[in-house]
């Protein structure tokens, strides 16, 4: 079984209102043995442009815009926040 979803994300802490979307699918699986537990997984994590103060960005633009720090900033915010989700941290 292959689901599609996607979730938008808020980072609180940057002098601006910024927010993205990531994609990923769950994927059904199993351990391959008789009558062993199902369980979800994620695949095919996919981050979405940034969105400051209500304008959606390409990475070149921030770098142009507000500079290759910032970005690294937002990076390592949304990183941070997908990686602590507990919805994507799915257990059998």
Do not use: C, W
Not at 8 to 29: C, G, M, P, R, W
Not at 39 to 62: A, C, H, R
């Amino acid at each position: 079984m292959y689901r599609e979803h996607s979730k938008t994300y808020h980072l609180d802490h940057y002098d601006h209102e910024v927010s993205f979307a990531i994609e990923y699918n769950l994927v059904k699986n199993d351990y391959g043995v008789s009558n062993s537990p199902t369980f979800y997984s994620v695949e095919d994590l996919k981050y979405g442009n940034y969105t400051i103060d209500g304008i959606e960005y390409t990475d070149k633009e921030i770098v142009k815009k507000f500079g290759k720090p910032f970005l690294n900033l937002l990076d390592e915010g949304a990183s941070d926040l997908v990686k602590d989700d507990d919805e994507l941290a799915i257990q059998p």
